[in-house]
């Protein structure tokens, strides 16, 4: 007798299980960072129409495939296509991504992880500002040190897919998302009541038309997809957990507000910091790991205030990670029949694996400067440019190809009604799927080859 399939324990479970995926490193780290390389509002703006007009639907789309299969992705896209169709490969490519995706995020939620334990232990803010930049650099190149918190991070993310789908996945979301709200709240009040916040408004929420490029624009629409995690398969395989009577529209609503209310959050818990001691919102990727903990260093109580900071970063890393290991770990369990513990500590052990040359990239060796002088830049940087630039597009074209043209509209329409109260959109749903999106995915991709 085939074993039942794990569910939600509710549509709240599911709802937090999916923003935790969504909220990660790339809400709270990325986020504030590319808005401050792109001058702020205007950007913000645009992302605000990307998450609308793409990142909506094609949520949908996943969730809808998932639920609809009661299938993680390989097995997804077959059961509604054919064992052998070209389609299939979609599938196969979020297997890879995410197992790709995961090896590098680990390393940097490994510096987080390193971050809240030096600010526990109070000796980053010792450092004082001067210390900040020094500090960083040198946690980048010491790849012993990379290896043991990508391996501990690891850890954690196998000990929480270990306990499945109820045990493991729900039921961390629903402590970490919750703490995470809280504590950035808590930064959030204290960032109010800094002497920049007006600035950091104007600077988050202003116009600032002036300041928008056309690669902002398609770094926008990039990101859209990168935050809510799309095209990789982890909302897909979320969604086969899901009930029939769930509502998915109303699910996948829930989850980009969340998300973004999170981004925008975290771009308000960072910029007044930032413009209260006067320095630079374009600093690119040190905006969290040296402008925040050099502004920490002049607060009161900002070795406190780190802590928190800190573990809220590896709080949001861990339930997007999670995520990540499921895509690799339900492949094996739908396809290959292995009982959950064999797939998670064989999938997640690999991915360690892989991520070791990613946790070396910033030294000297091999994977880091070796590579640069060979082929431009090192191994982590090339991983993250095939994932972001091609992984991440060419699964949110498939997904919304297979979603518009490809599946019966019978079987479509009737997976979108059940449970909705939102009816009224389907058709907006399906135009937006067949043409608007590919168009725009076109455009990122037609970007990364050089084209526009
Ligand atoms: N959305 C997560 C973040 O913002 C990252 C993430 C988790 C992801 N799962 C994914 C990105 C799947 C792409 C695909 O940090």
Redesign the pocket.
């Known amino acids: 007798m085939a074993e039942q399939r794990a569910h939600w324990g509710s549509k709240l479970g599911f709802v937090l299980a999916a923003a935790g995926?969504?909220?990660?490193?790339?809400?709270i780290?990325?986020?504030p960072y590319i808005t401050g390389v792109n001058g702020g509002g205007a950007f913000v703006f645009i992302y605000l129409i990307c998450i609308v007009l793409v990142g909506l639907p094609v949520m949908i789309a996943e969730i809808l495939l998932g639920r609809a299969t009661q299938k993680s992705t390989v097995s997804a896209y077959r059961a509604l296509s054919s064992p052998r169709s070209l389609w299939v490969s979609f599938g196969w490519l979020g297997v890879a991504?995410?197992f790709l995706?995961l090896s590098y995020?680990s390393v940097v939620a490994g510096w987080a992880l390193n971050y809240t334990w030096l600010s526990i232990t109070g000796s980053l803010v010792e450092r004082g500002p001067d210390g900040m930049a020094p500090l960083f650099d040198s946690v980048q190149r010491s790849g012993s040190l990379n290896l043991v918190t990508h391996f501990v991070f690891m850890t954690l993310t196998v000990l929480v897919v270990v306990g499945g789908v109820g045990q493991g996945l729900e039921r961390w979301s629903r402590i970490l998302m919750p703490a995470l709200f809280v504590m950035m709240l808590i930064l959030l009040v204290r960032g109010f009541s800094l002497a920049g916040f007006g600035q950091a408004a104007e600077f988050v929420f202003g116009a600032h038309t002036d300041r928008l490029t056309a690669g902002g624009v398609l770094e926008a629409l990039g990101h859209a997809?990168?935050?809510?995690?799309?095209?990789?398969?982890?909302?897909i395989t979320y969604g086969s957990y899901l009930r029939r009577d769930d509502d998915i529209m109303g699910a996948a609503i829930t989850i980009s507000v969340v998300?973004t209310v999170i981004a925008l959050m975290a771009a308000m818990v960072l910029f007044p910091i930032i413009f209260t001691f006067g320095m630079q919102p374009s600093q690119g990727p040190g905006l969290v790991f040296v402008t925040m903990p050099i502004a920490m260093a002049q607060l009161p109580a900002g070795g406190f205030l780190a802590a928190i900071f800190f573990l809220l970063l590896v709080f949001?890393?861990l339930t997007?990670?999670i995520?990540?290991l499921e895509?690799t770990a339900s492949y094996f369990i739908d396809e290959k029949g292995w009982s959950r513990e064999r797939a998670t500590l064989i999938s997640g052990g690999a991915v360690a694996l892989v991520g070791i040359p990613s946790a070396l990239a910033g030294g000297d060796g091999f994977f880091g400067a070796g590579m640069t002088q060979l082929v431009g830049s090192n191994w982590f940087s090339v991983a993250d440019y095939l994932?972001s630039n091609w992984v991440?597009p060419l699964?949110g074209l498939g997904i919304s190809l297979f979603m518009a043209w490809r599946v019966d509209d019978a079987i479509r329409h009737d997976h979108f009604l059940s449970g909705s109260k939102l009816a009224f959109f389907y058709k907006a749903w399906v135009v937006l799927l067949k043409y608007f999106v590919p168009f725009a995915i076109a455009l990122v991709l037609l970007h990364a080859i050089g084209v526009v």
């Open positions: 995926s969504a909220v990660g490193l790339g809400n780290w990325k986020f991504g995410s995706l995020y997809f990168f935050t809510l995690s799309l095209g990789m398969g982890s909302i998300d949001a890393a997007s990670s995520s990540m895509v994932v991440l699964g």
